[in-house]
């Protein structure tokens, strides 16, 4: 069975991604593919699993020793791994997904798709990462890569990068390259 990486943000963003989460929850359930993500239950974290286990499709969480220890992570996880420190965390996000799918989110959501984003670009894992644009908050790294490869910093736009504002497309780009 295939395992979607999930990475999105612990807070709620001034825009509603709620729906949209259901929206994914439901389709991931219809498409049977099991959910991997940053193993929180606040912000959209917490949406994202509330969602997934009310659609019965199987969720796994990886998490950091502190933010275990502050009571952030969900009690009734399938599968639940704790790592000592974000490098550790992102590796096994990494070995653990067979593709991403990144939704709004902050500093450390970036930081999940850059590391998956320069593995992919580099060769060293073959894995698609699927950016959902909602409202624009990605507008400016799309920017930022897009004139990376104008100064000629990047080759190309990277071909494992595919990024829409709606989720319902992010699904249908899903069903035409994991199947």
Not at 47 to 74: E, N, W
Not at 105 to 118: H, K, P, R, Y
Request: net charge negative.
């Amino acid at each position: 069975m295939k395992s979607v990486g999930v990475f999105l943000a612990s807070s709620i963003p001034t825009f509603d991604v709620g729906d949209d989460l259901k929206i994914f929850a439901n389709s991931i359930s219809d498409l049977d593919l099991d959910v991997v993500y940053g193993g929180g239950k606040f912000g959209l974290m917490g949406q994202l699993y509330d969602h997934v286990k009310a659609s019965g499709t199987k969720i796994s969480g990886i998490t950091l020793t502190m933010f275990d220890k502050i009571g952030a992570t969900p009690n009734n996880l399938e599968n639940f791994e704790i790592e000592s420190d974000f490098f550790s965390r992102k590796k096994a996000l990494m070995d653990n997904s067979d593709f991403f799918v990144v939704f709004p989110g902050g500093i450390g959501t970036a930081d999940e798709l850059f590391d998956v984003l320069n593995h992919s670009t580099l060769g060293i894992i073959e894995k698609n990462i699927y950016l959902f644009n909602k409202d624009g908050c990605w507008d400016g790294l799309i920017q930022w890569i897009n004139k990376s490869v104008e100064l000629k910093m990047l080759k190309d736009f990277p071909n494992t990068l595919f990024v829409d504002n709606s989720i319902k497309n992010i699904i249908e780009k899903i069903k035409d390259n994991e199947f």
